[in-house]
């Protein structure tokens, strides 16, 4: 039972435009979300995140907006640019059976964003 | 903050061997987890470390594998009598107590096991 759900497995957008991806999550006990980025042959690079507190989280070009009652959260990189093609990874912590430290991540996203 | 190092980048196996990975993480991070990754999936659990105390362990870690952190430094993973089904991405990453606690991954140890 996949509790973190990343339903698009790739995405193509002309560079400038805006990517949006997409990621959805069953647990409500979830309270804390995070984005990865990947490269071919490198770990996961830590991204952007938000608290189940907050709906939207802003840093330059990277945006997170939390819906809690939809139960989704959004990543949008604007403008998108050729060196952000890489593998997005949805993540999330919760605070279930005192499992606060472990992350669940979703199957990932793969943008390619085109010049 | 030289980030989290793994040993090593590849590993290449006949089933039923056993293998032995190495992590080292960022130095004032107490908290150590080991994930694995395959194919068209996302990092997924395996165990946890916090300093030399493993606190949990994922069901995906059967008997053969074992997860150790001596000192409370690096981490060593090994396995034992490896399956064609252990190839994967195991990646280690770390962590400190303070604030959110955003897990710092290495470029993890690819295994291939022929």
């Known amino acids: 039972d996949q509790q973190v759900k990343q339903n698009s497995p790739s995405l193509s957008v002309q560079e400038g435009r805006i990517s949006i991806l997409n990621c959805d999550y069953t647990?409500?006990?979830?309270?804390?979300f995070l984005w990865y980025k990947k490269y071919p042959a490198e770990g996961p690079t830590f991204l952007i995140s938000?608290?189940?507190?907050?709906d939207k989280n802003e840093d330059g070009r990277f945006t997170v907006f939390l819906n809690k009652s939809a139960k989704h959260l959004s990543l949008h990189i604007v403008p998108s640019q050729p060196g952000d093609s890489a593998v997005y990874f949805c993540?999330?912590?919760?605070?279930?059976?005192?499992?606060?430290?472990?992350?669940?991540f979703g199957k990932g996203t793969l943008l390619t964003v085109n010049p | 903050d030289t980030g989290v190092s793994q040993d090593p980048r590849h590993k290449i196996t006949k089933r039923g061997q056993n293998v032995t990975f190495r992590c080292d993480p960022i130095?004032?991070?107490?908290?150590l987890y080991w994930y694995r990754q395959t194919l068209g999936q996302g990092p997924e659990f395996l165990t946890y470390?916090?300093?030399?105390?493993?606190?949990?362990k994922s069901r995906l870690l059967s008997d053969r594998f074992s997860a150790e952190r001596p000192k409370g430094s690096f981490s060593t993973l090994e396995i034992q009598r490896t399956e064609q089904g252990d190839s994967a991405m195991y990646l280690c990453?770390?962590?400190?107590?303070?604030?959110?606690?955003?897990?710092?991954f290495g470029n993890g140890t690819r295994l291939t096991v022929t």
């Open positions: 990453a770390s962590s400190s107590a303070k604030g959110a606690g955003t897990l710092h």
């Open positions: 647990n409500s006990m979830f309270d804390y």
């Open positions: 938000i608290s189940s507190i907050k």
């Open positions: 993540a999330a912590r919760g605070v279930s059976g005192g499992s606060n430290y472990k992350l669940t």
């Open positions: 130095s004032e991070h107490n908290r």
């Open positions: 470390f916090q300093n030399e105390a493993q606190l949990e």
